[in-house]
């Protein structure tokens, strides 16, 4: 049985470059998380800091992965963004581990250092939602599928750790194989590459992580991948606005983010703080799209606005950010997820696979700066 006390043992024989300091002596180490074989670590830095402090990361993932009994050892370092000098001191910041979280509510007052960008990988995008049960997995499958059928190099990422649904979604099974090193190959469906922790573990098998150990695992999913020339990387976000979420949107290069939500008033209200982290934390909204908006009926074609209509578009407005569209409720679509065989790709010219793809358009417009994204409303389902 692997035990703290031992990995910390072998992290003291990790020195900064700078100082000279052990690595455990430092104080830019998070608790040490052991569960079974996995031990899982992160390092406090200052963004500024990334590639010098990239072989420490690197030197500490080998001293851990030397203990006996480690099978697997996943490092991170992770960085809060800077806030401004207060009064009184002297322009200093605190050091990274004492860092003010950008979610205690005091957003960032002076220009924030880029972080490392993904080689070949020129857009990443956020899928993301205030609350689960939105339709975020499938808006992020389907909007991948509609941005790969516009002719665009596509991947996407599932950060959703505790529920992993884009395995199932594309109706892919297997394991990532290695190229080299520590370094994987995603999965393909539909044109589209995939990477998801659904691939690593059994389906009922419960992900009971705590957040560094989730940070860890979605950052190597991210920076270890072979994702080779993508013009768009989606990740579909945790649900939320927690810790995992914050984390993921200041340590990873995005260019933009979606949001998701259905009509109603309690859905909108989370989807507010997924707007509100997201402006904090200073990447751009790309845009809201309402799922599950209406509901027509199949043998009267009759609507039903089962959960309201129209309060994402309202939100939209009210935020200031672009209204992408309206995706009703339908059993194709829900069956059709469920088995595999999302309506993009199997589907490309029923209307909902109309809406999606222009979901996708208005999404590269924003990204490539080709055009205002909202010159277009979405097209109108017809139900024959």
Known sequence: MVTREEVAR?????????SGQSLTASGRLSDILVNGDKVMVTIAIDATEAAAMEPVRAAAQSAIGGVPGVGQALVSLTADRPSAPGPGSGGMRPPPSTQPHVAAGRPSQAPSPKVATIPGVKHVIAVASGKGGVGKSTTACNLALALAANG??????????????????FGLHGKPR?????????????????????FMVEEETPMIWRGPMVMSAITQMLREV???????LVVDMPPGTGDAQLTMAQATPLAGAVIVSTPQDL???DARR?????????VPILGIVENMSYFIAPDTGNRYDIFGHGGARKEATRLGVPFLGE??????LRERSDSGRPIVATDPSSPHSLVYRDVARQVWASLSGTGDVTIKPPPAIVIE
């Open 178 to 198: 290695v190229v080299s090193g520590r370094t994987l190959a995603p999965l393909e469906g539909y044109g589209v590459k995939v990477m998801s922790i659904g």
């Open 274 to 282: 997924g707007v509100a982290m997201f402006r904090k934390t200073e």
């Open 327 to 332: 995706v009703p409720l339908d059993m194709a």
């Open 152 to 169: 665009l190099r596509v991947g996407i990422l599932d950060a959703d750790i505790y529920g992993p649904s884009l395995p199932k979604l």
């Open 267 to 269: 859905a909108l209200i």
């Open 10 to 18: 072998a992290l003291e024989q990790v020195k900064l470059p700078a």
């Open 226 to 232: 072979a994702w080779g020339e993508l013009d768009v």
